[in-house]
């Protein structure tokens, strides 16, 4: 399974030069499934190509998605460090009360 991130000129090319039946093409003769991820006038789109098992042939669907569902860079490591002493603080909290909770049964 291939997958293509891009955005207006890959949209171009699946318009306008098949883009996705040349993804579809496998090396050895077969055909291969393949998703891409294009933006086109301001909205984002999901080609997902999938290859039937059984008639061999290739189906294609293509769903109009969110901007926050489009792959964006992950977490700033300031952010994961944050969150990540709120994790040990809390742990912490949960040590401290174990043992009261215990005494308390």
């Known amino acids: 399974h291939q997958v293509l991130v891009g955005m207006e ?3 171009t090319s699946i318009d ?3 883009l ?3 993804l579809s ?3 050895n003769g077969r055909l291969r499934a393949s998703c891409v991820f294009t933006k086109h006038r301001g909205r984002y789109f999901k080609y997902t190509s999938t ?3 059984y008639s061999g042939k290739t189906s294609l669907r293509v769903d109009d998605i969110s901007p926050a569902r489009m792959l964006a860079p992950g977490v700033s490591p300031e952010a994961k460090a944050e969150v990540e002493r709120q994790v040990d603080e809390l742990n912490r909290r949960i040590e401290d009360i174990a043992p009261q909770e ?3 049964k």
């Open 9 to 11: 000129r890959t949209q």
């Open 16 to 18: 306008r030069r098949n």
């Open 51 to 53: 290859v039937s098992r």
């Open 102 to 104: 215990q005494k308390a």
């Open 25 to 27: 093409e496998g090396d």
């Open 20 to 22: 996705i039946q040349v």
